[in-house]
């Protein structure tokens, strides 16, 4: 089946400071990947998407390349700000889970003043 | 337009007690999702409607979970009676068009539900 592995948080970076968060996956077939981001209070958004191998999604200055050999979806940005603060989920969609979503368990990014 | 609104934000009840969480889909949305994220794990898939109708409901835990959709418009999920386990934030999601709009969901806020 499906699944998604997603780095362990809490991250704590100071602004500025450039972010990671490791996501591989496991999957049947060409899978669409995905980031998305849930702020404070709110519900989760999409925030970026790859549907190919060796696309690159990108958003607010956030990247990710979908990498198939490596089956890894990497987030990242160069600089983060305090508004960035936020838990992040990658996640999957295959042709034959019907585009129900399959989620990793999420990460939660603290950036400090 | 208005997004998935999903109600309560939050709610507290004792194990056993009955629950019924309640999610708006954006006018016009036919599919309507429910996930779940329990103990900061990842957000399982629970099922799927298209209009009224159930198309997957394979990521239901047990029985004791009921969800409706009336009439094709909004969905309640029902947890009856709840278990300290069922604690979580369960999001409820909507998309038009199921073939075009890949990972295109609009979700809900999430209701947090805490069983004591």
């Known amino acids: 089946g499906n699944s998604v592995t997603q780095m362990e948080g809490p991250v704590t970076l100071s602004e500025e400071a450039f972010l990671t968060i490791n996501c591989t996956y496991t999957a049947t077939g060409y899978p669409s990947l995905f980031w998305y981001v849930q702020y404070p209070g709110e519900g989760l958004q999409l925030l970026l998407k790859a549907t190919k191998a060796d696309d690159k999604g990108s958003n607010k200055g956030f990247e990710a390349t979908y990498r198939k050999e490596t089956t890894s979806f990497h987030l990242e940005k160069g600089s983060v700000q305090v508004s960035d603060s936020a838990v992040y989920f990658c996640a999957l969609s295959s042709l034959g889970s019907a585009r129900q979503l399959t989620f990793g368990s999420g990460t939660q990014l603290t950036v400090l003043p | 337009e208005a997004g998935v609104t999903q109600f309560p934000s939050h709610s507290v009840i004792e194990k056993g007690q009955t629950v019924t969480l309640r999610c708006d889909p954006i006018s016009g949305h036919d599919n309507l999702y429910w996930y779940r994220r329990v103990m900061g794990k990842e957000i399982k898939f629970l099922l799927h409607?298209?209009?009224?109708?159930?198309?997957?409901e394979s990521g239901m835990p047990n029985n004791r979970f009921l969800a409706e959709r009336t009439g094709g418009t909004y969905s309640t999920l029902k947890v009856q009676p709840a278990e300290l386990e069922d604690s979580g934030v369960y999001f409820c999601?909507?998309?038009?068009?199921?073939?075009?709009?890949?990972?295109?969901?609009?979700f809900g806020s999430g209701t947090r539900l805490t069983v004591v």
């Open positions: 999601a909507s998309s038009q068009d199921l073939i075009r709009r890949v990972g295109g969901y609009t």
């Open positions: 409607f298209v209009k009224e109708s159930k198309q997957d």
